[in-house]
């Protein structure tokens, strides 16, 4: 059985979809984001206009929610209730206050709960920030990306001209550093890297040779 599971932790813009969406693609498995879940859960809450300070309110939301990441031939897409809200989770808004969202207790359990039924079969690359460490804890392949905050910066940076957006750099610096802060102070599963996790720096790397990089680790594994 050559089906692993291969778990892709770091901070914020460190390239982690990119690349797992890649590794999935080359190895015909899963790909399942889990910053997206917490991100519809986000959209939902802010819609609802709810204090997203509110533990169990927002946990409240959540389990009167579905969240779906469904698999189309070239790409995914996110269903909130059954509504298409791929675009819409990424926005500035659900950006800046995923990360409140994200470090309630309660909130967390739920997802990972829903995480680890979605990795249960394997053949999966699930990207996040504590894949490793709390929802596939024994995962076969562990990759820790990090890449400087100018860097991760300006790559998002790019990637919004290109899809003609709107983007200021040092807009994209400060709110690349604020949800790291948040993500790595919190209590409950702070992003953090797994002890037996392959830290790759991939500040000049391409996607490609990070891809390479990881497909290598994968197979050394096999
Ligand atoms: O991966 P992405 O940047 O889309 O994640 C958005 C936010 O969701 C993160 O900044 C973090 O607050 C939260 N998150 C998390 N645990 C995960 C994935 C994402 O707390 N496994």
């Given at each position: 059985?050559?089906?692993?599971?291969?778990?892709?932790?770091?901070?914020?813009?460190?390239?982690?979809?990119?690349?797992?969406?890649r590794v999935a693609a080359k190895l015909s498995y899963i790909y399942i984001d889990t910053?997206?879940?917490?991100?519809?859960?986000?959209?939902?809450?802010?819609?609802?206009?709810?204090?997203?300070?509110?533990?169990?309110?927002?946990?409240?939301?959540?389990?009167?929610?579905?969240?779906?990441?469904?698999?189309?031939?070239?790409?995914?897409?996110?269903?909130?209730?059954?509504?298409?809200?791929?675009?819409?989770?990424?926005?500035?808004?659900?950006?800046?206050?995923?990360?409140?969202?994200?470090?309630?207790?309660?909130?967390?359990?739920?997802?990972?709960?829903?995480?680890?039924?979605?990795?249960?079969?394997?053949?999966?690359?699930?990207?996040?920030?504590?894949?490793?460490?709390?929802?596939?804890?024994?995962?076969?392949?562990?990759?820790?990306?990090?890449?400087?905050?100018?860097?991760?910066?300006?790559?998002?940076?790019?990637?919004?001209?290109?899809?003609?957006?709107?983007?200021?750099?040092?807009?994209?610096?400060?709110?690349?550093?604020?949800?790291?802060?948040?993500?790595?102070?919190?209590?409950?599963?702070?992003?953090?890297?797994?002890?037996?996790?392959?830290?790759?720096?991939?500040?000049?790397?391409?996607?490609?040779?990070?891809?390479?990089?990881?497909?290598?680790?994968?197979?050394?594994?096999?």
């Amino acid at each position: 059985n050559h089906n692993l599971a291969i778990a892709i932790d770091g901070p914020a813009a460190a390239g982690k979809s990119t690349v797992a969406k890649r590794v999935a693609a080359k190895l015909s498995y899963i790909y399942i984001d889990t910053g997206a879940m917490y991100r519809a859960l986000t959209l939902k809450a802010l819609r609802e206009n709810i204090s997203l300070e509110n533990e169990s309110t927002v946990y409240d939301i959540l389990k009167n929610t579905t969240i779906l990441l469904k698999q189309n031939k070239d790409s995914q897409s996110v269903l909130l209730d059954d509504q298409d809200v791929t675009e819409e989770i990424r926005s500035q808004q659900v950006t800046n206050n995923v990360s409140v969202v994200a470090k309630h207790g309660a909130v967390r359990e739920e997802m990972v709960k829903r995480q680890q039924d979605l990795a249960a079969k394997r053949g999966v690359v699930m990207d996040g920030r504590d894949i490793g460490t709390h929802v596939i804890p024994d995962a076969e392949v562990k990759i820790f990306l990090i890449a400087s905050v100018d860097e991760r910066a300006e790559r998002r940076h790019k990637e919004n001209i290109e899809k003609g957006y709107n983007s200021n750099l040092e807009q994209l610096k400060d709110e690349i550093r604020k949800r790291d802060q948040i993500d790595s102070e919190r209590e409950v599963s702070p992003l953090l890297k797994a002890e037996d996790a392959i830290e790759i720096d991939t500040t000049s790397l391409s996607i490609e040779q990070v891809a390479e990089r990881i497909l290598q680790v994968v197979l050394d594994c096999k």
